[in-house]
């Protein structure tokens, strides 16, 4: 269960650091727009406020990195359930005020993960 639970944490770690790519350096690319739904005419005003929402959630991904890395197994535990807290409390203000599929695309791997650790 162990590996299980480090690999989830590192699914969600992984899909903040693809969202930080895509906010901060894809914002303008018709895939992004289509991933976000957003209209051509909305980039140009909603590139700065997109590519802080990447910083955060780079921020996100590195704090969960962290807790992968952290040689004492006690901090790195607080740090995961810290960070997936933080994930998993994003995606319920995200779901139920932008769109209702961030809940399981962000949610729902951050949920399975901080689950399985307390599995362990």
């Known amino acids: 269960m162990e590996y299980l639970s480090t690999l989830l944490v590192a699914i969600v770690a992984l899909e903040h650091l693809y ?3 895509l906010e901060m350096f894809l914002w303008t690319k018709p895939r992004t727009r ?3 739904g957003i209209a051509p005419e909305n980039v140009a005003i909603t590139k700065k406020m ?3 929402q990447g910083l955060y959630n780079g921020f996100l991904a590195v704090g969960l990195l962290w807790s992968l890395l952290h040689p004492e197994p006690f901090f790195a535990l607080q ?3 810290f960070f997936l807290s933080c994930v998993l409390v994003a995606a319920l203000y995200g ?3 932008v769109k ?3 809940l399981l695309i962000q949610g729902l791997p951050a949920l399975l993960a901080l689950v399985s650790l307390f599995l362990v």
């Open 19 to 21: 969202i930080l790519v």
């Open 34 to 36: 289509k991933i976000f």
């Open 50 to 52: 997109a590519a802080n």
């Open 79 to 81: 740090l995961k359930i």
């Open 95 to 97: 779901g139920f005020s």
């Open 100 to 102: 209702k599929n961030i």
